[in-house]
């Protein structure tokens, strides 16, 4: 069994800080079966910020800094898969 990790990126604005952050957002499933896995976890290595999955296996990990980052998402049985993603900052 393996884990299939979709993800996107969206910007946002904070407008209270003047700042601007970004929004990782994807869908974990099952590589074979294409189920959606709610409960599984998606990280940011290197950093605090992670979250589990809801109904649907959809993940949202917001107010990520600009930058290039590693997420990898985890379930038992299913082991981990790891993907890069880059946060751009808008201009």
Known sequence: MSLKLSKSVSILLLMS????????KGIVTD????E?????????EGTNMGVSTGNG???VIENVPPGNYIITAS??????RRDSISVKKQN
């Open 31 to 34: 590589s074979r079966t294409g």
């Open 57 to 59: 296996g959809v993940y």
């Open 75 to 80: 379930f038992i049985v299913y082991g981990n």
């Open 17 to 24: 800080f003047n700042l601007f952050g970004g929004t990782i």
């Open 36 to 44: 959606p896995l709610s409960g599984a976890t998606v990280v940011i």
